[in-house]
């Protein structure tokens, strides 16, 4: 069974920062591009950031750059989103999702939902003081 675990979230004070994990069983994610999207409370889910099989290419929403990095770690069939400078408008859950047919996520098409085929449960990030 293709599964996809997220963990790290929390809650956070303004400008702090947390670095949240998708781990991947059932498969291996080496041959797949991964993304990370965000739902906040009565919105549409949004992408986040992208990053290719092989970690050498990535793809970032304007509204994060700068402060969110996305990594990747095959070996541990593992990726990363290093969150940083939070503030409110970051309060989300947060979602990784892997495509099975796509190892890159360059263009438009990198941060929709469409070309993502597995998802996780989601974890809370909260940002208040």
């Known amino acids: 069974q293709l599964q996809l675990v997220e963990s790290g979230g929390g809650l956070v004070q303004p400008g702090g920062s947390l670095r949240l994990s998708c781990a991947a069983s059932?498969?291996?994610?080496?041959?797949?591009?991964i993304g990370w999207f965000r739902q906040a409370p009565g919105k549409e889910r949004k992408g986040v950031s992208c990053?290719?099989?092989?970690?050498?290419?990535?793809n970032i929403a304007d509204s994060v750059k700068g402060r969110f990095t996305i990594s990747r770690d095959n070996a541990k069939n593992t990726v990363y989103l290093q969150m940083d400078s939070l503030n409110a408008e970051d309060t989300a859950v947060y979602y990784c999702?892997?495509?099975?047919?796509?190892?890159?996520?360059?263009?438009?098409?990198?941060?929709?939902?469409?070309?993502?085929?597995?998802w996780g449960q989601g974890t809370q990030v909260t940002v208040s003081s």
């Open positions: 059932g498969f291996t994610l080496g041959r797949n591009a």
């Open positions: 999702a892997a495509s099975v047919f796509r190892e890159t996520c360059g263009g438009n098409y990198g941060l929709r939902t469409g070309p993502y085929d597995v």
């Open positions: 990053i290719n099989y092989s970690g050498s290419s990535t």
